[in-house]
């Protein structure tokens, strides 16, 4: 097993002076099942990061970010975890993680991994003891199981509804139910349970005494509950405040469990960092990111607004309000492996909000065909606009966090057949959820169609349409004018003119065009409107779209170094 010594970890690349190296990192998300076969499986697996190491080397980020590759039954893309603290063996070893990490180390690139807690797998040993151990049994105690009602206990103990649509309770062998906030195979773990606590200190040193740097803490609001009978109905839930009170979402108890995590992180040199994956309200975010806390946490907001210039403003400013107020440094997002990509979100017709005016999580394609509309596709202006948008976000103090194959404007893969389909949203809503496989589609390395786009000979476990071809690391990386040069370029950029994590607005006069300055004078101007707008100038270092008329044409991005003020 080889164990990367704590030397070998990469110093703080990207980052200002003395700041520890997440704060302004670029992290790039990898989903290994869809990243790089080598094993010929069809499944991606990790040696296949590792051989890609230069091309993320070359690419300019700080980190990268693991989606699961732990042993799972795949109910859930992975999300759904039997074993912490080993590799699923199609996609490869601890071995090879070793090498992966020391990969990465090597070229000063972090390893964030992702971790589950708050539900296992139903093939996690825990849940088969509580299956075969019965009623009563200290290995039901580890996960939420009661008793059915009425005198046979025939109905659930609760009408409450699972994330991915049906129930949210699943009845098993000796007549108890089990709570599962998401897919049937995915109980949820009693996090009031000491052994609990304790087995999941010991997978985050597992992982960092593996190399590991950080951990992405997936649905981090979620894990303390109070489940006090009579449990309250679906409708009383709703009308609950998310005051630290609720039953089930964002207590405030769940922080106990964290300061406990922040301890095992700071017992490593340099400490191991937490980004928290937590749906709350805004005024409770900076509970997940203080330093006591998980450190960091994720907003959302930039990939549920529409590419619009008053949304945009309106994210930044709060957001950074937000930063402040935890001490963290923001977090930026436009497409992961939950949502629609975002050519394609911006490549659809407006609105893309529900009708209600809450934006939907996964709002875009699925919005426009789960209301059985049309969905007219303008894949330029998508992809002209979310390069207007990253180049936007790429400028924004705090860290970005990107999405594999949004590097070369991948547009999401819409017309998958339903059989090819895995995501349980789209199962468990009958086909109303188109679900998440069409940002999951392993990526597109060479032009030909061969070995799957190079992604690997085994063929692809969901299948890549013709038009991939267009949007190949192959194709793409002697372009000048792709989008893979755009992002090779703004990395590079980025990490030469990194400054303190602060901004200030300059007025435009237009209110279809955003202009910010960053402390040592880097000046961002995007401008979503589809008119030019008069700059005065002609000396971007950077630009989505040419500017040497002294013009910044519609939805199109700028950057202006320091050294001109
Ligand atoms: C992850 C999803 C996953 C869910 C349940 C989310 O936050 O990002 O991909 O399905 O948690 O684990």
Redesign the pocket.
């Known amino acids: 097993m080889s164990v990367i010594e704590q030397s070998s970890a990469p110093s703080g690349s990207g980052a200002t002076e003395g700041a520890p190296w997440w704060r302004q990192a670029v992290v790039y998300q990898i989903y290994p099942r869809s990243f790089a076969d080598t094993n010929a499986d069809g499944v991606g697996d990790i040696s296949g990061i590792t051989a890609k190491a230069d091309y993320l080397g070359e690419l300019g980020i700080d980190a990268v970010w693991l ?1 699961p590759f732990y042993p799972s039954e795949l109910a ?2 992975g ?2 975890v039997a074993d912490y603290r080993a590799v699923d063996s199609r996609l490869g070893t601890l071995d090879d993680f070793g090498d992966m990490v020391e990969a990465l180390h090597a070229r000063n690139i972090h390893v964030v991994v ?1 971790i ?1 807690p ?2 296992t797998s139903d093939q996690h040993v825990w849940f088969q003891e509580a299956l075969a151990a019965g009623r009563g049994s200290a290995a039901r105690e580890r996960y939420i199981f009661r008793e059915g009602k009425r005198p046979d206990g025939t109905v659930p103990p609760s009408d409450w509804e699972s ?2 649509g049906g129930p949210a309770w699943t009845r098993v062998a000796y007549g108890q139910w089990y709570l599962h ?3 049937t195979e ?1 109980p949820d773990v009693n996090w009031a349970h000491r052994e609990v606590r304790d087995d999941f200190l010991e997978t985050l040193r597992f992982w960092s005494d593996r190399g590991v740097d950080g951990f992405r803490v ?2 981090a609001h979620g894990l303390t509950k109070d489940l006090t009978e009579p449990l309250p109905s679906r409708a009383e839930l709703e009308r609950m405040p998310f005051d630290g009170n609720h039953p089930l979402v964002d207590r405030d108890d769940v922080h106990e469990v964290y300061v406990e995590w922040r301890q095992v992180f700071d017992s490593y040199d340099p400490p191991r960092t937490a980004v928290a ?1 937590a ?1 709350v309200n805004k005024s409770r975010v900076p509970l997940y990111a203080s330093p006591e806390g998980l450190g960091q946490a994720f907003n959302f907001d930039l990939l549920q607004a529409d590419f619009e210039a008053g949304q945009f403003e309106l994210v930044v400013r709060e957001n950074l309000e937000l930063a402040r107020a935890s001490g963290s440094s923001s977090t930026w997002v436009l497409s ?3 949502v629609t990509r975002h050519p394609t979100r911006y490549g659809l017709p407006h609105p893309t909000r529900e009708t209600n005016g809450e934006p939907s999580i996964r709002h875009g394609l699925d919005w426009i065909l789960s209301r059985g509309a049309s969905p007219e596709l303008d894949w330029v202006a998508g992809e002209r606009r979310a390069r207007a948008a990253t180049l936007f976000m790429l400028g924004l103090p705090g860290s970005s966090y990107l999405y594999q194959g949004e590097e070369l404007g991948l547009h999401e893969v819409a017309a998958l057949p339903d059989t090819e389909r895995q995501d ?2 789209y199962f468990r809503s009958e086909g109303a959820d188109l679900g ?1 496989d069409g940002c999951r589609v392993p990526l597109p390395w060479t032009s030909s169609s061969e070995s799957s786009f190079g992604f690997g000979a085994g063929g692809a476990h969901l299948p890549q349409p013709d038009w991939f071809a267009r949007y190949s690391v192959e194709r793409e990386t002697d372009d000048p004018d792709s989008s893979l040069t755009l992002y090779r370029r703004a990395l590079a950029l980025r990490r030469s003119l990194q400054t303190d994590e602060d901004l200030e607005w300059v007025p435009t006069g237009n209110p279809d065009v955003l202009h910010f300055r960053r402390p040592n004078g880097w000046e961002v101007v995007t401008n979503f409107g589809t008119a030019a707008h008069p700059l005065g100038r002609d000396d971007a270092i950077i630009a989505t779209a040419g500017t040497a008329s002294g013009n910044l044409p519609g939805e199109s991005t700028a950057w202006f170094g320091p050294s001109q003020h």
């Open positions: 989606s859930d893309g999300y759904d992702d589950v708050n539900h994330m991915f906030t998401f897919a995915q997936d649905v994956e749906w992961n492996h939950d349980p949203t998440r």
